[in-house]
C-alpha cells in the first residue's frame, strides 16, 4: 500500500520493540467507522477535509469490550489506570489467566472518556 505508513503499538506489558507510544493525541475529528464481531476488530477513522490532508485510521485488535461515541471532535487514548479498570474489568468480564493478555485504553475526546479493552492497537496514516 503506497504511502501508508504503520505505527504499530504493543500493549502487553511482557512485549518488547515498541514502535510507537501511549498516550496518543490527535487534534482532528474521528468518527467510529466500523467494527467486526467475528475478528473482533475496531477501527476509529478521521477523514482528510477542513484542511487536514491524509486519512488516519486507529484500528483496536482483539477487542473485549468497549464503550465509544459515535464520533470524537479529537481523539486521545491512553492507559487506564489501575483504579479506573476495576469497573470496566468487571463489566468486560476477563478471566485473570487472561488478563495479561489485554490492556484497558481510554478513549476520549477531552471531556468525556469511553473506554477499549483489547489486545493491540495500530494506527495507519496517509
Not at 47 to 63: A, K, M, N, S, Y
Request: glycine residues 10%; hydrophobic residues 35%.
Amino acid at each position: 500500500m503506497d504511502g501508508v505508513i504503520w505505527r504499530v503499538i504493543v500493549l502487553q506489558p511482557q512485549a518488547t520493540g515498541r514502535e510507537g507510544q501511549l498516550p496518543l493525541h490527535f487534534k482532528r475529528p474521528f468518527r467510529l467507522w466500523s467494527y467486526e464481531v467475528s475478528h473482533r476488530r475496531l477501527v476509529l477513522r478521521a477523514r482528510p477535509g477542513g484542511g487536514i490532508d491524509g486519512t488516519v485510521e486507529v484500528e483496536f485488535l482483539d477487542v473485549l469490550g468497549m464503550k465509544l461515541k459515535s464520533q470524537y471532535a479529537e481523539l486521545q487514548i491512553c492507559r487506564a489506570s489501575d483504579t479506573a479498570t476495576t469497573g470496566i474489568d468487571e463489566f468486560v468480564g476477563i478471566p485473570d489467566r487472561h488478563r495479561s493478555k489485554y490492556t484497558t485504553l481510554l478513549v476520549s475526546d477531552g471531556s468525556d472518556d469511553g473506554f477499549v479493552v483489547c489486545g493491540s492497537l495500530r494506527v495507519h496514516e496517509n
